[in-house]
């Protein structure tokens, strides 16, 4: 008598939005070789169908690499996990009691969700700058950028006007975090090196590169040595740095910045944005549905697991996190943070498929780096702190 199989269990399904860092890696630790033997089904949706490697989205922007080196398709990345299904969509909304997300296009259900849309750029209330200084956190802010940039160059090669041929060889970056440091940087020395050979009306070396920070210091994270070294090695590039200066008004060809009770305007064909962050619309999603709160700059409050309050089948990773370490700091918007969170979530889904106990999440800080030019970088790796040759080759 032959005896029917027994049915197995549903696959536990778990639904990921945004292919960053965060996402990707969450997908990768619960993605199995044969979709028979998985406990989880995955669903990965993002807006595009390729993941980017932002930290070196400044060298897109320089003209240094093409967007292809730090692309790399979803599908080819997760291609060997038969039980991670990578659809390309954008979530706009969720329903927590039918436990459903609403994409463009269709729906899914879910069993566990998993946001992890990042950040955007934060103009301060003063979203019209967008048109004249593009930030730098996609794909498209890069290719913009490098169009602008060598846009000026080519333009200023032709203008027979000795302001306005000054003016669009005037680059101005608001911003003195890493992505302003790196992009200044890298910006000086395509003026100053790369590209002093290329032209004949014009002398690329003549390039003004300004890079503008509101707080006393270029770097505010990074201790005070290397805060000081980074700004020696950005004006050996020639970049001149201002600091304590806001930035009040960005229009066509100018910005205007407040120095103490000092107003100056600099004439500048091309202004880019590295001033600030906030954090994507889904986490107002997450509000609105769910009741969780946010911080000032939008991300989720989320708890120790990384969980929403009172929906433990949602799940907050990445930029959009706002996750609180043992010093009571925040975790630092940093690749590393994301990939932690990830795999992290990962890891607890798989204990609790099998009944075990979860800890609290816990970031392990590695250090950062801020790569300025070749042969100039600085890094605070925990237990060294370097600068120069060796942080770049370090780097490397």
């Known amino acids: 008598m032959n005896h029917p199989d027994p049915i197995q269990p549903k696959p536990h399904h ?47 922007a320089t003209g240094s690499l093409v967007i292809g080196d730090i692309a790399t398709p979803q599908r080819v990345v997760l291609r060997r996990y038969k039980n991670v299904q990578t659809l390309m969509a954008t979530a706009y909304d969720i329903d927590p009691s039918r436990k459903t997300v609403y994409f463009e296009g269709g729906e899914t259900d879910y069993d566990t969700l998993i946001v992890a849309t990042g950040v955007k750029h934060h103009y301060f209330g003063k979203d019209h700058w967008r048109d004249y200084a593009p930030g730098l956190k996609t794909a498209e802010h890069a290719l913009e950028m490098r169009r602008r940039i060598f846009s000026a160059f080519e333009r200023a090669e032709l203008a027979s006007n000795p302001e306005q041929r ?54 505010p994270p990074y201790p005070e040595t290397l805060r000081t070294k980074a700004r020696r090695q950005l004006e050996a590039l020639g970049v001149t740095v201002i600091t304590d200066a806001i930035v009040e008004d960005v229009g066509p060809g100018q910005v205007r910045m407040r120095i103490g009770d000092h107003i100056e305007t600099i004439a500048a064909e091309t202004v880019l944005w590295a001033a600030g962050v906030k954090a994507s619309a889904f986490g107002e999603v997450l509000a609105k549905r769910t009741g969780v709160s946010l911080d000032r700059a939008g991300k989720v409050l989320v708890d120790t697991d990384l969980s929403l309050p009172q929906y433990p089948d949602i799940f907050v990773t990445g930029d959009l996190a706002h996750v609180k370490q043992a010093s009571g700091q925040p975790v630092p918007g940093v690749a590393q ?5 990830g795999r992290y979530v990962a890891r607890l889904l ?19 780096m801020a790569v300025i030019g070749r042969n100039k970088a600085v890094g605070d790796l925990r237990i060294v702190k370097l600068s120069g040759i060796p942080a770049w080759f370090v780097w490397a």
């Not at 292919?19 to 990965?44: I, M, P, Y």
């Not at 060889?169 to 890493?178: H, I, K, N, Q, Y």
């Not at 943070?337 to 969170?341: D, E, L, M, N, S």
């Not at 798989?350 to 950062?368: I, V």
Request: glycine share 12%; hydrophobic share 45%; aromatic share 10%.
């Open 350 to 368: 798989k204990r609790r498929h099998r009944g075990q106990a979860t800890k609290p999440f816990r970031y392990f800080d590695m250090g950062s």
């Open 166 to 219: 000054q003016s669009l060889l005037t680059f101005v970056v608001v911003g003195g975090g890493p992505t302003g440091v790196e992009l200044a940087g890298a910006l000086a020395e395509l003026a100053h090196r790369t590209m002093v050979k290329d032209f004949r009306s014009i002398n690329p070396r003549e390039a003004k590169i300004i890079l503008i920070e509101g707080t006393p210091h270029v770097l």
């Open 14 to 60: 778990v639904v990921i939005v945004g292919g960053g860092f965060a996402g990707l890696f969450a997908a990768k630790a619960l993605g199995k070789w044969r979709a028979d033997k998985a406990e989880f089904r995955v669903t990965l949706l993002d807006k595009r169908n390729f993941h980017l490697f932002q930290p070196l989205l400044y060298q897109v």
């Open 337 to 341: 943070g994301a990939i932690q969170q």
